[in-house]
């Protein structure tokens, strides 16, 4: 259970678990402060990348958010602002607090924060990291992708979809892998939603194209749609009606 706080200053508008950190402040977003200190490491993924940082709380990812596309040429890290309640950082940091407190399996959140600029802001977000995970595009590349895995990740979905939970972006990298677990991670723009058939299916379908265009066809041949898609399928379907 996530006891969330709220700070407003200079820095911008912080909210964070005080159960996690009882006191976050903007250096905790400054990626350059944890270097200082010796404690930033980088790692690829997302639109830059993100920086695993040890903080007080524990190793952590921070985020900072950056558009994808022809829009990102004119705003780049910028956001229309309609509310801090309505900002990116604070909407992934209450749906990944409640999924959390549901048992989904996704990062904790830890503290986010949005700096506003006239009719726009900037956002980050700061979750707790998964050691020893590896993504699933990873796991792909890697040969270490089967049936079996393939079930495991399909059966997680289902929770999430049980539960009303829609990302916004299910694709291969957005899964992470962790012994015999697997999580979800990077809820930017997801939500709950009212059960439907529709978007349930929509989600499955963007994570096959991810699958596909990562070469998973190319790499297993015919066992990717003979063996890989159907097991995910079938442990997707059995945990749903479960």
Do not use: C
């Not at 964070?16 to 993924?45: I, M, N, T, Y």
């Not at 990102?72 to 940091?93: C, K, Q, V, W």
């Amino acid at each position: 259970m996530t006891e969330q706080r709220v700070d407003q200053g200079a820095g911008g508008t912080i909210l964070f678990d005080a159960a996690r950190a009882p006191q976050v402040d903007a250096d905790w977003f400054s990626p350059h402060r944890w270097r200082e200190r010796g404690a930033l490491r980088s790692q690829p993924g997302g639109r830059g990348g993100v920086a695993i940082i040890d903080t007080p709380a524990g190793e952590a990812v921070l985020r900072h958010y950056r558009r994808g596309g022809m829009v990102a040429r004119l705003f780049g890290d910028r956001y229309f602002f309609t509310g801090g309640d309505r900002t990116r950082s604070a909407r992934e940091f209450r749906l990944l607090a409640e999924l959390s407190r549901r048992g989904l399996p996704v990062p904790a959140p830890i503290a986010s924060r949005y700096v506003r600029e006239g009719l726009r802001y900037s956002a980050d977000l700061i979750t707790a990291f998964i050691p020893g995970a590896a993504t699933l595009a990873e796991r792909l590349s890697d040969g270490a992708m089967n049936a079996t895995l393939a079930g495991r990740v399909g059966a997680t979905i289902a929770r999430f979809h049980r539960a009303g939970a829609w990302h916004a972006d299910l694709n291969a990298h957005n899964i992470l892998v962790q012994g015999g677990d697997t999580y979800l991670i990077d809820f930017d723009r997801g939500r709950l939603r009212r059960p439907s058939a529709g978007w349930r299916h929509a989600n499955l379908a963007r994570l096959k194209r991810s699958l596909v265009k990562l070469g998973a066809r190319d790499a297993a041949g015919d066992t990717f749609d003979a063996e890989w898609w159907p097991a995910l399928m079938e442990h997707y379907e059995r945990t749903l009606r479960e």
